[in-house]
Structure formats: structure tokens, C-alpha cells
């Protein structure tokens, strides 16, 4: 399946072209935040006589990098689970969408599951998702295997795209405590519709 994507990539294949200028951006944001992002609830608790509103709850590299492991880790374990289940719980708006067709026309009609292997090669923080706001990332990733599983778990074909480096904008909403994706962009094909491959 040439025009197959990877899990990850349809997960991320929404999200706005930003690769050169998102390094900068990301710089530019992330020192806006920084020293909110390890004291948040003290600045955010205190009133202080700054007149510029205190910026709190914003993301640090690292911890946008565990973020999209993780989500990217459960994602993979969905589309490999022959019942697909959990995916609300880490996919909101677009990215459900998106992913629910997906999983409906790659897996559930040809009975298959995926087990896909991917390995973050990069990523920067675009936007911190500080103030509650949206986190958004631009992420180098390679997958690095990508098998459709028949029902009895053999190997039914593996995509011809594993080993490929994709280049992806994700972004993610908070979800109580935590994250879920709410949309993606593939930037190596951004008009192409997302087919799954995907933290």
C-alpha cells in the first residue's frame, strides 16, 4: 500500500507547515514559558504586581517529548488490539476522526491488525500549550516497522514505507490531567488524506 500511512503519520498529518521557522518559534516560546513551566502553580497562585499576566502551564521540550512517546506508544498498541479499543482516550476532534476512519477501512475491513514500530528522530515545541492552550509539535520520526496482522497474528504485509523518515505537525488538547492528540499534518504530503500507519 504505497499511499498507506503510518499510525503516527495519520495521526500527524494535519498540521500546518512550520519546519524552518518552528525552531525559531518554538526558541521564542519556550523561553516565554520556561520559567512558568517549573513554578507554574506558584506564579500562577500569586498575584503579582507585574503588570504582564503571569504565562503558566506551559510545556517544556522534554516533557513534550514524553507526551508524544506516550501517545504515540498507546496509539500503536490500539491499532495492534484486534478490538481497537482506548482510542477516545487518547485522540480528540480531527485526530479521532481521522484515526476512526482509519482503523474502519485499513483494519476492520480487510480484518487485520498493525503493529507498527516507531522511533522519534526529533521534535521542537512549536507552541507550549501554555494558559491551557493547544501544545503543538513538529516531529522527525522513522518507522521502523509497519506489519498488517491477519487474525491468526501471521504477518498478512508490511508496508513499503517502514524505514522512511516522515515529517509531521501534531497538536494536543488537554484532557484532565493529561493529553490527547486533536490533530495532525503530514508535511511530506500534506494534501494526501491520511490513511494510519502512530506516540
Same mark, same amino acid.
Given at each position: 500500500?504505497? *499511499?498507506?500511512?503510518?499510525? *503516527?503519520?495519520?495521526?500527524?498529518?494535519?498540521?500546518?507547515?512550520?519546519?524552518?521557522?518552528?525552531?525559531?518559534?518554538?526558541?521564542?516560546?519556550?523561553?516565554?514559558?520556561?520559567?512558568?513551566?517549573?513554578?507554574?502553580?506558584?506564579?500562577?497562585?500569586?498575584?503579582?504586581?507585574?503588570?504582564? @499576566?503571569?504565562?503558566?502551564?506551559?510545556?517544556?521540550?522534554?516533557?513534550?517529548?514524553?507526551? &508524544?512517546?506516550?501517545?504515540?506508544?498507546?496509539?500503536?498498541?490500539? !491499532?495492534? *488490539?484486534?478490538?481497537?479499543?482506548?482510542?477516545?482516550?487518547?485522540?480528540?476532534?480531527?485526530?479521532?476522526?481521522?484515526?476512526?476512519?482509519?482503523?474502519?477501512?485499513?483494519?476492520?475491513? @480487510?480484518?487485520?491488525?498493525?503493529?507498527? !514500530? *516507531?522511533?522519534?528522530?526529533?521534535?521542537?515545541?512549536?507552541?507550549?500549550?501554555?494558559?491551557?492552550?493547544?501544545?503543538?509539535?513538529?516531529?522527525?520520526?522513522?518507522?521502523?516497522?509497519?506489519?498488517?496482522?491477519?487474525? @491468526?497474528?501471521?504477518?498478512?504485509?508490511?508496508?513499503?514505507?517502514?524505514?522512511?523518515?516522515?515529517?509531521?505537525?501534531?497538536?494536543?488538547?488537554?484532557?484532565?490531567?493529561? &493529553?490527547?492528540?486533536?490533530?495532525?499534518?503530514?508535511?511530506?504530503?500534506?494534501?494526501?488524506?491520511?490513511?494510519?500507519? @502512530?506516540?
Amino acid at each position: 500500500m504505497a *499511499d498507506h500511512r503510518t499510525i *503516527d503519520c495519520v495521526i500527524h498529518m494535519h498540521r500546518p507547515a512550520m519546519a524552518g521557522v518552528g525552531t525559531a518559534l518554538a526558541a521564542i516560546v519556550l523561553s516565554a514559558c520556561s520559567s512558568s513551566s517549573t513554578h507554574s502553580t506558584s506564579s500562577a497562585g500569586a498575584s503579582g504586581s507585574s503588570s504582564a @499576566a503571569p504565562q503558566a502551564g506551559c510545556v517544556s521540550q522534554s516533557q513534550a517529548q514524553q507526551i &508524544w512517546t506516550q501517545i504515540d506508544n498507546q496509539l500503536n498498541a490500539i !491499532v495492534l *488490539d484486534p478490538q481497537h479499543a482506548g482510542l477516545s482516550d487518547v485522540a480528540t476532534g480531527n485526530a479521532l476522526v481521522l484515526i476512526q476512519q482509519y482503523i474502519q477501512t485499513t483494519l476492520v475491513q @480487510a480484518n487485520l491488525t498493525e503493529k507498527e !514500530v *516507531d522511533r522519534l528522530d526529533a521534535l521542537s515545541v512549536l507552541s507550549a500549550g501554555c494558559n491551557n492552550g493547544t501544545l503543538t509539535v513538529h516531529v522527525t520520526m522513522t518507522v521502523v516497522r509497519d506489519d498488517y496482522l491477519n487474525p @491468526a497474528g501471521k504477518v498478512d504485509h508490511s508496508d513499503p514505507q517502514a524505514g522512511a523518515t516522515i515529517h509531521l505537525d501534531e497538536s494536543y488538547a488537554r484532557a484532565g490531567s493529561g &493529553w490527547k492528540e486533536s490533530d495532525f499534518t503530514n508535511l511530506d504530503s500534506p494534501s494526501q488524506t491520511p490513511q494510519l500507519v @502512530a506516540a
